[in-house]
């Protein structure tokens, strides 16, 4: 009977409902005899205290907010699992809302968050999000924040990231080796600084070789990424290999590639900036830089937890990539 009340208790007992409640919670005003009654009673009838009012009154609710532009990104999914894990561990659950790269359904998420009182939040924002503000209300409501992936400029917050710099860096140094001469890389949206870490490092590695030409592209989402490949392999222009910056702009890319009957890697070459789930959908697999939302996932929560424990110094953490090779160059 989970649902057994206080009030239950004390009127079989006779005695009044906030005796029954200090008795639960060993009080020292209340006799042995009673609190051996009490408790001896609510085993018996199986009395589970309210968890969320209890949680609400220490104002610590051992829920943790989780927002995502998409749950259907493998990479999201990977993050999700990763801190779920965790969490469960130390007796904390999770409240995922999406986004959908919406900023004003990202304030709208910010607002539930407040309202339910959530111990902290894991945050990836929008491809839009420009104003800061609702975000620095959550830090005055004394909600912690850890940005992840896609994290702000701004220094005054806790950021977990991949090596962009690092695994752009390998990928264009795998090209370089691979003798690639004619490359086109498409990164994501110019205004995201995931994007412009990667392609500052990325391109800054390649054009150390005066030989090679590079052509740079940006998209959005992966029909983008398609269309963008597709106006790139003309009969007079193909580029000899393909750097996609992550797991949505290489499906749009392998899409287009199936749609020429392009083979690989006799045609042209793809690498990409990868969690490592899409790479083996493909035959080739994709060769690919790791870029793990998993491991991601395990040092935001551990970030988290080191700040609730009183370490609230902003940090900027970095997970380390490693080169997965595959059939694709």
């Known amino acids: 009977m989970s649902n057994t009340t206080l009030k239950k208790i ?10 029954v409640s200090r008795a639960l919670k060993n ?35 051992k829920v943790f907010g989780v927002m995502i532009p998409s749950i259907t990104n493998n990479f999201y999914d990977s993050f999700i699992a990763a801190v779920e894990e965790e969490a469960r561990k130390s007796g904390y659950s999770l409240m995922i809302l999406q986004s959908g790269d919406n900023p004003e ?20 924002i929008s491809q839009e999000t420009i104003n800061m503000a609702p975000f ?6 004394e909600i912690p924040i850890v940005f992840f992936d896609k ?26 080796e691979k ?34 030409k590079l052509i740079i592209e940006h998209a959005n989402n992966s029909q983008q990424a398609e269309e963008k490949t597709e106006h790139h392999f003309q009969p007079k222009q193909k580029p000899d290999a393909v750097f996609c910056m992550s797991d949505e702009i290489l499906t749009g890319v392998m899409k287009s590639m ?28 994709i060769t690919y830089i790791e870029t793990s939302g998993y491991k991601l996932g395990k040092l935001a929560f551990e970030r988290m937890m080191d700040y609730i424990m009183g370490n609230t110094e902003p940090k900027e953490l970095f997970i380390t990539s490693r080169y997965v090779a595959g059939g694709s160059l």
């Open 105 to 124: 359904a990202e304030i709208e998420n910010l607002k539930i968050y407040r309202q339910n009182r959530v111990s902290g939040l894991f945050a990836c």
């Open 179 to 212: 003798g690639k001469k004619n490359i086109l890389a498409i990164f994501g949206n110019n205004q995201l600084s995931i994007t412009k870490r990667r392609l500052a490092a990325f391109c800054g590695c390649i054009k150390e070789d005066k030989q090679v």
């Open 258 to 285: 199936q749609k020429m009957n392009m083979k690989l890697p006799v045609d042209t070459g793809i690498i990409a900036l990868s969690d490592g789930s899409f790479p083996k959908l493909y035959y080739p697999e």
């Open 27 to 61: 009080h020292p005003d209340i006799s042995v005899s009673t609190k051996q009654k009490v408790m001896e009673l609510a085993q018996t009838l199986e009395y589970e205290p309210n968890a969320m009012a209890v949680n609400l009154r220490s104002k610590n609710t």
């Open 136 to 141: 620095y209300k959550m830090k005055e409501a």
């Open 151 to 176: 994290v702000p400029d701004d220094d005054t917050f806790d950021k977990i990231c991949l090596a962009d710099k690092d695994a752009a860096v390998l990928a264009a140094e795998t090209l370089l």
């Open 10 to 19: 004390a009127k079989v007992l006779d005695i009044s409902i906030s005796t």
